[in-house]
């Protein structure tokens, strides 16, 4: 069992939804990471919160909306998006920022736009 | 030219058989991360180096910092292993929380 937990599995929308996409961590971890994932390829990061507060955007469009509402949990809330953001969306947390501070990953939310 | 490129793109292995899968990287480094993914999708984080060797079980990495060259290992493969395994540096001076991945392995295990 993974100790980051995403949740839902899978979430098929139309592009005019609004839904978000949540992860939790009972680790005391104080960064918590959203990534992008298409098939067959790496994940890419899109944004890193540290101690609650967003430190990392990576370009990403305002569509995507990152949301650290306390420690524990990290929220993704998704508006009018595109066929091409269908993809695996992962959630990680670390001690912290540090170089050796290990990421641990939650299963992923797979996410499909119609 | 990528960053951290890892070969085989594909690995295919009978039961048992020794595995080796490579990383090369052509950034300064703070810390390199061999990570698993399986079919489902998480991930896990096998091994963090900074150098030497470290192992788990069946799982031996090895990075050599002089050559920007790390290696992973799997003694007596079994099916179980099957999955994708992606090499990730942290770039010296960048944050600690930003990986650069490589393109993974997709290693298949038969009975």
């Known amino acids: 069992d993974t100790e980051v937990t995403q949740t839902p599995k899978h979430l098929v929308m139309g592009m005019t939804n609004k839904k978000s996409l949540k992860c939790e961590q009972h680790?005391?971890?104080?960064?918590m990471y959203w990534y992008k994932q298409k098939a067959k390829k790496p994940p890419e990061l899109m944004f890193v919160?540290?101690?609650?507060?967003?430190?990392i955007n990576e370009s990403v469009p305002s569509r995507f909306s990152p949301e650290c509402p306390n420690s524990s949990l990290l929220n993704l809330h998704l508006h009018a998006l595109q066929p091409e953001d269908s993809a695996l969306y992962l959630c990680?947390?670390?001690?912290?920022?540090?170089?050796?501070?290990?990421?641990?990953f939650g299963d992923g939310t797979r996410l499909s736009i119609l | 030219k990528n960053e951290v490129e890892q070969s085989p793109q594909n690995l295919t292995a009978q039961e048992g058989e020794f595995i080796t899968i490579n990383c090369s990287y052509s950034?300064?480094?703070?810390?390199l991360h061999w990570l698993q993914q399986h079919p489902g999708g998480g991930i896990v984080s096998l091994f963090m180096?900074?150098?030497g060797k470290k192992k788990h079980g069946r799982l031996i990495a090895t990075i050599n910092i002089q050559e920007k060259h790390s290696s992973l290992h799997i003694t007596a493969s079994h099916p179980r292993d099957s999955a994708v395994y992606i090499c990730?540096?942290?770039?010296?001076?960048?944050?600690?929380?930003?990986?650069?991945f490589g393109e993974g392995t997709q290693l298949t295990v038969n009975p």
């Open positions: 990680a947390s670390s001690r912290g920022t540090a170089y050796n501070q290990p990421q641990h």
């Open positions: 680790m005391g971890h104080r960064a």
């Open positions: 919160y540290s101690y609650e507060k967003l430190s």
């Open positions: 950034v300064g480094i703070s810390a």
């Open positions: 180096l900074s150098s």
């Open positions: 990730a540096v942290t770039s010296s001076g960048t944050s600690g929380s930003r990986l650069t």
